[in-house]
Each structure stands twice: as structure tokens, then as C-alpha cells.
């Protein structure tokens, strides 16, 4: 049986119809991946208003951990909304928050006393920790990395990486930002392995304190356990594990940004689980809320209480609808069983790619988990990113039924944040449709190139 079903060409008469409206009425810096327009979701499964079906292997940008409105997400947030929707966390109490908090210090690494503090969304909840850590310390630095995505607000545009799709003609950006090579052990500058590579990197950290910034100035490290828009790179272990000497050395706070990489994508609750390491803050969204606009800011409850009373808040944080949503996820996720799912995910996609190595132009398989990129290159001794390829490529395996987005520093890498729970046949399905798309975008890219200018 096969699952993807299409019944026009893709996109099909009203998606194009609905395209023309987005496309008249809304502002046209706000990109979409493709033209398609979605009537309704189950699970893996998208149904566009043509009355096509797609396997989902974007999951909204990975927020679909649970799968797309997943019967028991949609009856509490009905019931929640049906009793009371949100009377703001600012004015008065109410249960939802409390019970997630609570989860949440319970759920996440650190066996320390822990406070949560809920908001929308994921830019907003980092932009939160980066206040936190500031208060606690009274310190104003903080480090990133090369690579990191961290939002689109001021500050944490300014704490993202990629010049020119995030941050071009939005300047002036926030100051005291300190952003230092991360080590992508595929991308080793030449002569480095990739071990001494990560070395280097380690050394650097320390270098920094004596070359940029005074650890007595530094608030904070904020790093992606595996690096999501970056590229889906697991960060190294020992990496994690010398920004954690670090932050302990200095007293600055270690924010993991798990926004991406956590609430279950990786096989454990949190990717960082997978180094042993401890973060002081761990952010968390996406997943979270499987849909519904909820972020989190979960760790040391010291840090948590640090600034005044009244610093912090929102109109719509932690509103009781998402949080319906939310501990509905935890509940799913922490079901027996369904973590190990990220496991089948991650053993399929090396299935099917791993043999395609010699025939597609394929640099590396990486990821962790329901967390997987394939990232393409011109040349595998070169390693030259072929982004052309791969931004023809995802139109094509749309057209043949699979929603699925690109990734990468150099958007070379195209991305699988399928639902753990997806069928193993659906998702061998959806891989095999994406490398025929990627098999047609290379012979067209091949052919261009044979025609004589
Ligand atoms: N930190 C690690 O992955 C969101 C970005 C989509 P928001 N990533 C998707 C886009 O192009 O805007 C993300 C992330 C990590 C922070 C964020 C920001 O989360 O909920 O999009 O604000």
C-alpha cells in the first residue's frame, strides 16, 4: 500500500488559487517552502486542498514529534478551550501552568532544584534565558557559536549565525554577542582531523576568555546540542562537556537551546541527555506544544528567580490551551516505547541513503534520532556544498508527494523531522520519493551543465 496520493498536479488548482491570495495580501519576506496548501493533517499525513495526500517529513520544521494532531493533543486542548482559554499569567493563577512547570523540572536534566518559565515561542523563550542569565550573573556576555540559529527577535537574530537569509539589512544588532567556531567534524579546516578539529575548537573556548571576553564579563554559553538550521550536527560530547568546565570555571550560565533537538526528537526527552552533560537553562518549544505556540525555559531554580519581581511576563505565555497541549505531549512522549521510535526513524534513513552514497552526490549522513540531514556536495573530495541541487530537489519530491525542507549553513543539507511514530513503510515510502527527486535534480543540474553556453 502506498500512502502518498495524488490526484492533480502538484500544487494543484486551489493551492495555486490560495498562493495568488498569500502572495497578494502577505508580505513577501516571509518564505514557504513550497506552493502547497494544507486542508487538513493526521499523524504523517497532509492533505492539501486539492485533495492530495503528502507524507510529512518536515513536521512543521520538527514541531511534530507526537505527529500532526494526535487525538489525545486535540481532546485537551478542545476541553481546555470549551472551559476557559486564558485569563493571562500576569493577572491570575491557573493550573495548566503550574502542572507543565512541574513536569517540566521533573522531565529535564538536573537533579537541583527547578523553576519553569513558560512563553510563545522559541525565539522568546531564548531571548528569556539570555535576561535570566544576565540578572543571575550580572554579567552581560554571552557566547555563541558559528551556525547557531537562535530566533529572529533583536537579540536573538543577533545570536544567529547565518548572515545573509536571517540578518541581512536588519542591523544594528545586540552587542555583547561573541560568536566562536563551532566544531562541524565534517567541515575540519583542511589539514585537521576531524579529532583534532573538535580539540581545537575545545582549546579555543579557553582562548576566547583571553582573546575576546573576561569570564568575570560573561553571562552565558548558549549552544544547540545537535545544531538544527545549522545543519543537523551533533555537537560533540566533549565540546558540551568543556562549554560545561567552562561555564562551572567562570560562574557564567550553560543555556541549552533545545528548541529544536528536544522534547523527544532524538530518542531521549532532551539531546543533550545523549553527552551526560548538565545544562544551568535548557529552552525548550516546538515539539513542546505539537502545534500549539508554547516555549519553555526550565533549570536552576536560583537562576530562574534571579531578576526582580515583574521582569519577566507576557500577555500569552504559558496560556492554558497550550499547556493543555504540552502535557499532553509530555504524557505521549513518556509513554514506554515511544521514544525508542526516534531509533527506527534514524535506522531507516541510514537504510536507505547509506546505499545511495556512490550514485548521489552525497558528502554525509548525519543526525541523531528523528533528528536526520543528508547534506550534498559537488565533490566529495572537495566537499564544495551544492545548494543549487539540493533547493531544485525539494520542489521535485513535493511534486512526488513528500513535504520535507532544506538545512545548512550553506542550505546544502536536506532535512528529515518526521513524527517518531511514523509508519516504517511510510517513511522508507517518503525517503525513497525524496532520493528520486534528488536523482532528477542532479541530471537536470548534469545536463545544464553539458549544454554549451
Ligand atoms: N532555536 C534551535 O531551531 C526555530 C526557524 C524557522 P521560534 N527553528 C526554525 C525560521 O526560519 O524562522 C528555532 C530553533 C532553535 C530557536 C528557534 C526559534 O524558535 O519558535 O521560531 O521563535
Not at 502572495?23 to 486539492?50: H, I, M, P
Not at 537562535?150 to 544567529?160: A, V
Not at 589539514?191 to 578539529?197: C, D, V
Request: hydrophobic content about 45%.
Amino acid at each position: 500500500m502506498t500512502h502518498i496520493n495524488l490526484r492533480t498536479a502538484v500544487p494543484g488548482p486551489r493551492s495555486v488559487a490560495l498562493q495568488q491570495r498569500r502572495a497578494a495580501a502577505v508580505s513577501r519576506a516571509l518564505a514557504q517552502a513550497n506552493g502547497v496548501a494544507v486542508q487538513s493533517a493526521q499523524g504523517s499525513l497532509v492533505t492539501d486542498v486539492d485533495g492530495n495526500t503528502f507524507i510529512d517529513l518536515a513536521g512543521g520544521i520538527g514541531m511534530m514529534a507526537v505527529g500532526h494532531n494526535h487525538p489525545r493533543v486535540v481532546a485537551a486542548v478542545q476541553a481546555q478551550a470549551a472551559e476557559l482559554i486564558h485569563p493571562c499569567a500576569l493577572v491570575t493563577n491557573f493550573e495548566a501552568y503550574p502542572a507543565l512547570a512541574e513536569r517540566l523540572n521533573a522531565l529535564t536534566p538536573g537533579d537541583f532544584p527547578k523553576k519553569t518559565l513558560l512563553a510563545n515561542g522559541g525565539a522568546e523563550a531564548v531571548e528569556n534565558a539570555v535576561k535570566l542569565a544576565r540578572a543571575f550573573t550580572g554579567r552581560a556576555g554571552v557566547i555563541v557559536f558559528e551556525g547557531a540559529y537562535h530566533g529572529r527577535t533583536n537579540l536573538t537574530m543577533s545570536m544567529t549565525s547565518k548572515y545573509s537569509l536571517f540578518k541581512k539589512g536588519f542591523g544594528p544588532f545586540a552587542g555583547e554577542v561573541y560568536r566562536l567556531p563551532y566544531p562541524n567534524p565534517y567541515r575540519a579546516p583542511q589539514g585537521l582531523s576531524a579529532e583534532q578539529w573538535i580539540d581545537w575548537c575545545c582549546w579555543n573556548l579557553d582562548n576566547a576568555l583571553v582573546a575576546q571576553i573576561d569570564g568575570s564579563a560573561l553571562a552565558a554559553v548558549v549552544i544547540e546540542p545537535v545544531m538544527g538550521e545549522g545543519g543537523f550536527i551533533p555537537t560533540p560530547a566533549r565540546f558540551l562537556r568543556k562549554i560545561r568546565e567552562l561555564c562551572d570555571r567562570t560562574g557564567a550560565v550553560m543555556i541549552a537551546d533545545e528548541i529544536q533537538s528536544g522534547s523527544g526528537r532524538t530518542g531521549r526527552l532532551y539531546a543533550i541527555e545523549h553527552a551526560g552533560v548538565v545544562p544551568d537553562l535548557l529552552v525548550s518549544a516546538k515539539s513542546l506544544g505539537a502545534g500549539m505556540p508554547i516555549s519553555a525555559v526550565t533549570g536552576r531554580a536560583d537562576i530562574m528567580d534571579a531578576p526582580h519581581l515583574g521582569g519577566v511576563g507576557s500577555t500569552y505565555g504559558g496560556s492554558p490551551v497550550a499547556c493543555a497541549a504540552a502535557l499532553a505531549v509530555l504524557d505521549i512522549l513518556t509513554e514506554p516505547g515511544f521514544l525508542t521510535r526516534a531509533q527506527t526513524v534514524e535506522r531507516v534513513v541510514r537504510d536507505v541513503w547509506e546505499p545511495l552514497r556512490g550514485e548521489l552526490p552525497i558528502g554525509d549522513i548525519r543526525g541523531v534520532g528523528a533528528m536526520m540531514a543528508v547534506e550534498f556536495v559537488k565533490d566529495p573530495a572537495s566537499r564544495e556544498p551544492w545548494m543549487d541541487m539540493v533547493a531544485a530537489a525539494v520542489p521535485l519530491a513535493v511534486q512526488r508527494g513528500v513535504l520535507l525542507i532544506r538545512a545548512g549553513l550553506y542550505s546544502n543539507c536536506i532535512r528529515f523531522l518526521p513524527a517518531l511514530d511514523i509508519p516504517e513503510d511510510m517513511l522508507r515510502e517518503g525517503l525513497t520519493a525524496v532520493a528520486d527527486a534528488v536523482r532528477d535534480a542532479c541530471r537536470a543540474a548534469r545536463d545544464a551543465e553539458a549544454v554549451p553556453a
